[in-house]
């Protein structure tokens, strides 16, 4: 990690390559962020901008230079396909250790005099008018592909690391920073994703370049982490459209798995569990 002048941020531009499964497993739950480098081909990502360059988009409320849209997952073909991106999937099996369900897919494009993302966490355990119920999964990690380079002029990711484990009041879910003396900045080539613990203080930065910076957003959670109140399930006309890779990542958006009457001594418990091993930052594979 480069330390930048006093009064800027310190960046993280690590061989996030070099990585052991442990490491990574490390680094999103005890860090809330993570790096999956080159993920996509150039021709992967050429061929998703040409999709959503057809995009009608919505402006947020604070820039008409930050824009949007949600439901994506709608448009289909290579877009639809990269919801069940292979080496995605393959983290998400062993950090969850359960059945991976989507919970929402959304596009935003941040375009030059964006003012930046306020640091913020997209995890709300009561809901939220802008998170709705999705926000009250007790676990759930987002994906943000990006289709441009993340440099420090264009918008990159910010995040202010392991804030998802403060108890204090200042980590109050529902707070909002303009910024944060110990963020950190992580820039990325296109083709790559930074994945977000949903709890963690997160952003990005002003985009002061002269070009647009794109990413598609797409959040995952275990099967036994549902919401708290009900949310809208996936039509079954649109998962029979999905390719067949994606149509188990659409399971019961509502599902949860919990035992409100379990006892202090229920039968046949076990004696391992490593998913929660201590040792689990260790692995190498």
């Not at 202010?160 to 920073?177: E, F, G, I, Q, W």
């Not at 963690?200 to 002061?208: A, C, D, E, L, R």
């Not at 490593?274 to 040792?279: E, K, L, R």
Request: charge should be negative; proline fraction near 8%.
């Amino acid at each position: 990690m480069n330390l930048g002048p006093s009064d800027s941020p310190a960046v993280d531009d690590r061989d996030w390559s070099a990585l052991t499964v442990g490491e990574q497993i490390r680094q999103i739950e005890v860090e809330g962020y993570l790096v999956l480098p080159d993920l996509l081909e150039a021709a992967e990502v050429t061929q998703l901008k040409q999709i959503t360059a057809t995009f009608e988009t919505t402006a947020v409320d604070y820039s008409v230079h930050q824009r949007g849209k949600n439901h994506i997952e709608k448009a289909g073909g290579a877009l639809a396909e990269l919801i069940a991106q292979p080496r995605v999937l393959e983290f998400l099996s062993q950090l969850f250790g359960d059945e991976v369900i989507m919970m929402s897919y959304a596009y935003a494009i941040s375009e030059p005099g964006h003012p930046g993302i306020s640091l913020h966490t997209d995890g709300q355990p009561y809901g939220s008018e802008i998170f709705g119920y999705e926000g009250s999964c007790p676990t759930t990690v987002r994906v943000l592909h990006y289709l441009d380079d993340l440099t420090p002029q264009v918008s990159p990711f910010r995040v202010v690391p392991r804030s998802h484990l403060s108890m204090h009041a200042d980590a109050n879910p529902y707070k909002r920073y303009e910024s944060h003396p110990e963020e950190v900045m992580v820039t990325a080539q296109a083709g790559s994703a930074v994945l977000l613990n949903h709890k963690v203080f997160h952003g990005n930065y002003p985009n002061v370049g002269d070009r647009p910076r794109e990413m598609l957003a797409i959040s995952y959670r275990p099967a036994w982490a549902g919401p708290i109140e009900e949310v809208t399930t996936w039509d079954p006309q649109q998962i029979a459209k999905m390719p067949d890779t994606v149509r188990p990542l659409l399971g019961d958006r509502n599902q949860r798995i919990w035992n409100f009457g379990g006892g202090n001594k229920p039968a046949n418990m076990q004696r391992q569990a490593p998913g929660m091993n201590p040792s689990r930052w260790e692995r190498h594979c």
